[in-house]
C-alpha cells in the first residue's frame, strides 16, 4: 500500500501530475491513510521550498460596493451580510498597514479592492502604490483588483508588482452556480494578460460551494495548465448574507487531501492554506504545513483569523520556518521559548473555575 504514495511523490518529483483515476482517489478513495498521503506531497514541497513558510499579509483596501454577483463573497451587489462598506483608503493607512506586515515578516502584502475592473487612473494610484510600498520595505506586492487588460497590466508591471491575485474558484462547469455577472473564460483571460505582461498570477479554489471532486480536479489540473505559480486554497467561510454558503463537505480531512492534492498536480507552485483554514481544520491545521508552504495571518478581507503571534507558533512548533522578510521585528515575533506553557483566555487564571478555592476574603 505504501507503494501507492510513493509512486504519487515520485510523479510529482517527475513534474508529472497524478493520473483522473488517482486523482480521485486521493479525494475520494476510501482506503486513503492520511498520514502517508500528506507525506507524499511533503516529498516535493521539502524538493522546492525546503520547511520553509511563505507568509502573506491582506488589506482590504476597498470593500463592497461590487457590481458583481459572486455568491460566496460578502462585498458582491446582493449580499445582506453585515459588513462596512467604504472606498478606497487612504495612501497613509495603506502604508501603515504595509509596514506592519514587512515588521511582523511577512513575505507578501495583498492589497485587495472589491470591484469589477479598475479604471485607468486608479490603475496607475495603484502602480504609485505599489511603488511605495516597494521602495520602503523589503516586502513583495501583490493586488487583487478584479479584471485587466493590457493597459492596466503594462502600468502595474512597470510598476514593479510582483503578483496580481485573481482566483478561478471553481471548476468551468460549476462556475455559472456562483456568479452571473462574469464567467470563467474572463477570469482565465486575466490570468493570461498578466503572464504575457510579466506579472505573476496568483488564482487558486475555493472549496464547499458545492462542487464535486470531479471539478476540484479539473481546477487543479486547468491551475497547471495556466502554469500558475501561487495557488491559494481557501475553505468556504460561511457568511449569513452570502447567497452561496458553506455545503457542509468540508472536514478537516477533506481539506488535507485537497491541498495534497493540490500540491501533486502543481508540485513547483507555491501552495496556500488561505482562507478559512482556521474554522474547517481545526486542531490538524498544522498538518495543511506538509502539502503547503504558504499562509495567511491575521485574518481574510472580511473575517477574522489566527493572529501572527499564533500562527508563528503553530509553525515553529511543527518543526517548520517562517520564510520572512528582513524588516522583520524578530524580537516581538519570537515568541514562546521552548517549553513554554500556554493556555488561550485569561493568562492568570489556570485552574477551572469549578475547582478554583475563592481567594475572596483571603489575607
Ligand atoms: S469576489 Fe470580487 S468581483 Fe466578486 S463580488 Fe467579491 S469583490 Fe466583487
Known amino acids: ?24 482517489w486521493i479525494l475520494d ?60 483608503k487612504s495612501d497613509d493607512e495603506i502604508f501603515a498597514a504595509a509596514e506592519v506586515a514587512a515588521r511582523a ?17 486608479r490603475t496607475k494610484k495603484l502602480a504609485d502604490l505599489v511603488r511605495g510600498v516597494k521602495s520602503r520595505w523589503p516586502i513583495e506586492v501583490c493586488i487583487s483588483v478584479g479584471f485587466i487588460d493590457d ?9 514593479g508588482l510582483d503578483r496580481l491575485n485573481h482566483n478561478l474558484n471553481t471548476s468551468e462547469e460549476h462556475y455559472g452556480a456562483i ?29 464547499g460551494m458545492g462542487e464535486t471532486s470531479a471539478d476540484v480536479v479539473e481546477l487543479a489540473l486547468r491551475l497547471r495548465e ?16 452570502n447567497r452561496v454558503v458553506v455545503d457542509g463537505s468540508l472536514t478537516p480531512e477533506r481539506c488535507l487531501r485537497a491541498l495534497a492534492l493540490m ?24 498538518l495543511a504545513l506538509w502539502p503547503a508552504n504558504s499562509l495567511f495571518v491575521d485574518g481574510y478581507l472580511t473575517t477574522r483569523g489566527d493572529a501572527t503571534r499564533e500562527t508563528y507558533r503553530m509553525i515553529r512548533d511543527a518543526g517548520f520556518e517562517i520564510d520572512g522578510n528582513p524588516a522583520c521585528d524578530r524580537e516581538a515575533f519570537d515568541g514562546e521559548k521552548t517549553g513554554d506553557f500556554r493556555l488561550p483566555g485569561d493568562p ?8 478554583a478555592r475563592s481567594t475572596r476574603g483571603v489575607g
Open 179 to 207: 456568479c452571473s455577472t462574469h464567467g470563467y473564460a474572463d477570469r482565465v483571460n486575466t490570468i493570461l494578460t498578466a503572464k504575457r505582461h510579466g506579472i505573476q498570477s496568483c488564482s487558486g479554489i475555493i472549496l
Open 29 to 88: 478513495g476510501d482506503d486513503v491513510a492520511l498520514l502517508p498521503l500528506l507525506h507524499a506531497a511533503y516529498v516535493p514541497r521539502e524538493r522546492h521550498f525546503g520547511r520553509k513558510v511563505m507568509v502573506h499579509v491582506l488589506n482590504n483596501v476597498q470593500n463592497g460596493l461590487c457590481p458583481e454577483d459572486c455568491g460566496y463573497c460578502a462585498q458582491n451587489r446582493d449580499s445582506k451580510a453585515a459588513i462596512r462598506k467604504y472606498a478606497m
Open 226 to 241: 495556466l502554469e500558475v505559480p501561487s495557488i491559494p486554497v481557501n475553505f468556504l467561510i460561511p457568511i449569513e448574507g
Open 348 to 355: 492568570d487564571s489556570l485552574l477551572r473555575p469549578d475547582v
Open 105 to 121: 515578516g511577512a513575505t507578501r502584502y495583498c492589497m485587495v479592492l472589491s470591484g469589477r475592473s479598475p479604471t485607468l487612473d
Open 263 to 286: 500540491r501533486l498536480v502543481n508540485p513547483r507552485a507555491e501552495i496556500r492554506a488561505a482562507g478559512g483554514r482556521e474554522g474547517h481544520l481545526r486542531a490538524l491545521g498544522a
Open 1 to 24: 500500500m505504501l507503494e501507492t504514495y510513493s509512486r504519487l511523490a515520485a510523479q510529482a518529483l517527475r513534474d508529472e501530475p497524478p493520473t483522473e483515476t488517482q486523482a480521485r
Open 151 to 159: 493597459d492596466q497590466a503594462r502600468i502595474l508591471a512597470e510598476a
